[in-house]
């Protein structure tokens, strides 16, 4: 398989829930990135992370937490999430952080109730 | 701060008709990308472009980097039903950095057959 593949495609949580989003990336890649995509609105940056070390975080609640175990593959774990994080959760990743040109992920479709 | 202003927000023509779309900033980038996103899919890179007054083509597409590197455009000729999604410009800099690159919030292309 190649490119960035993102698990599940789909998620209905409630918010007492704890999931978690998968992310791999088959390219080679040293910087991995999670952004979030809600309508209407600009891609929103969410966590970086360059070769397996978080390089940044953009003032994202606590609710998230992101974990990168080796340098292919990033996860993000969620849990007591709001309404309002419904949105499409995608996974990004370059050759490093100096490569400007990001590929990504299908993406989870995140749906809390 | 830096923002991406893309228009127009939607737009629907006929198949066959020609159009542009616009990606504006009051912010120089050292690179700009442009990425087509489909429904229930991530967006993937159509272009980079890295010098002002660059132009580059892909099949009938044409894409332009402004001379001050803040702007950039896209115009389709002859437009087809496959090009129907959402259309994002990405710009980086002015310190190339993938962690840097801000989204505008794109321009929703609908093609009628």
């Known amino acids: 398989e190649t490119g960035v593949t993102q698990t599940p495609r789909h998620l209905v949580m409630g918010m007492t829930n704890k999931k978690s989003l998968k992310c791999e990336q088959h390219l080679g890649h040293n910087a991995m990135y999670w952004y979030k995509q809600s309508a209407k609105k600009p891609l929103e940056l969410m966590f970086v992370?360059?070769?397996?070390?978080?390089?940044e975080n953009n003032s994202v609640p606590s609710r998230f937490s992101p974990e990168c175990p080796n340098s292919s593959h990033l996860f993000l774990h969620l849990h007591t999430l709001q309404p309002e994080d419904s949105a499409l959760y995608l996974c990004?990743?370059?050759?490093?952080?100096?490569?400007?040109?990001?590929?990504f992920g299908p993406g989870t479709r995140l749906t809390v109730l | 701060t830096q923002l991406l202003e893309q228009s127009p927000q939607f737009l629907s023509i006929q198949e066959g008709e020609n159009l542009t779309v616009y990606c504006n900033s009051s912010s120089v980038f050292s690179s700009l990308q442009w990425y087509r996103q489909e429904p229930g899919e991530g967006p993937v890179l159509l272009v980079t472009?890295?010098?002002?007054?660059e132009v580059k083509k892909l099949k009938r597409l044409t894409f332009q980097f402004g001379d001050a590197r803040k702007d950039s455009s896209l115009h389709i000729t002859a437009a087809q039903p496959g090009d129907t999604g959402l259309y994002l410009c990405?710009?980086?800099?002015?310190?190339?950095?993938?962690?840097?690159?801000?989204f505008g919030s794109g321009t929703r292309l609908s093609i009628r057959p």
């Open positions: 990405a710009g980086a800099g002015p310190y190339s950095s993938a962690s840097k690159i801000i």
């Open positions: 472009v890295v010098t002002g007054g």
């Open positions: 992370y360059s070769l397996e070390e978080r390089v």
């Open positions: 990004a990743s370059s050759q490093d952080l100096e490569e400007d040109t990001q590929y």
